[in-house]
């Protein structure tokens, strides 16, 4: 059984290139961040690895160990790797030297399993000396390892390095799925199981961990205070705010795009409110005051706020300079009142 929600079309491609042998030796898990592209890859390292008849079994030694991180033969490799936490927090890309140890690893036998899997995440981070270096590797593979690169745009990588993988595309789920998969695992009440499906926007990894912890949702109105501070503020506060997201997005370019699409869920909700249908609305925890704040504008100008907000978020995503993507957004904010 594979412990993943969802996913049937990548987990099935799976499987049946294990039934018939034919693993590719890299793989390109292409999806949104908390989609499952991570479980995913771990359930390939245990169904690679397992020593049950029906694999991935979750039972055995074997896939215990990995899913406690604790076999020796499946690395992840990823920004925070083999370096002590205060050159973490300043690392932005996946170095060389990272590469490097992954390839002296990757040149041994398997230690304890019958495959070694490297775990690449946030493959797009990957410095250009660090890409052509793994690029070597994945041009000249050697039998029993297998690479599993995970990004949220293959647009961000080499065209040479997503040409060598075997790319499998990891969809959102809908929200009825989520909420179903959240209720089956109980602890949870009905309406909260709503709500968090309705704001995971189909990541049931956000859902899971916002059902066990209060830091997302406290994240979400931190971030949802600032939104509304800065809609009713004045253009200086505007723009202190995209010079804030643009160096943040320097570091981060994460958690950026979470906030833009955040601000996307609000404005939808806004032109939904205006347009009478408040049942459909993703923040329902806030419907008093999306109805309060539907009525300062007119229903032309949600629209065309959130036309810019996709295309911010759509010019990050091909690198486009962030600060005058951002400034410009918040140029386009609508005012109130007109
Ligand atoms: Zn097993």
Known sequence: MWQLVGQTKAISFLQRSLERGAVAHA???????????????LELAKALNCEAAEVPCGACASCQKIASAKHADVQI??????RNSDEARL???ISIDQIRELQHSASLPPFEGKFKAFIIDGAELLSHEAANSLLKTLEEPVGKVIFILLTASDRLLPTTVVS???KLELMPLVAT???TALLSRGDIETAKAKLLAGLSQGCFGWALSAAGSDEPLRQRSERLERLLGVTTGDGEERFNYAFQLATQFSRNREVVRETLDLWLSWWRDLLLVRAGCPSLITNADLEATLISHAQDYRLEQIRDF???IQTALEQLKQNANPQLALEVLMLSIPRRGE
């Open 177 to 179: 799925e989520i909420e």
């Open 306 to 308: 959130i036309s810019s």
């Open 164 to 166: 060598r993988c075997q």
């Open 91 to 93: 690392q932005t890309e």
């Open 27 to 41: 793989y390109l898990f292409v999806g949104p961040p908390h989609v499952g592209k991570m479980t995913l890859a």
């Open 77 to 82: 490799i990823d920004l925070a790797g083999g």
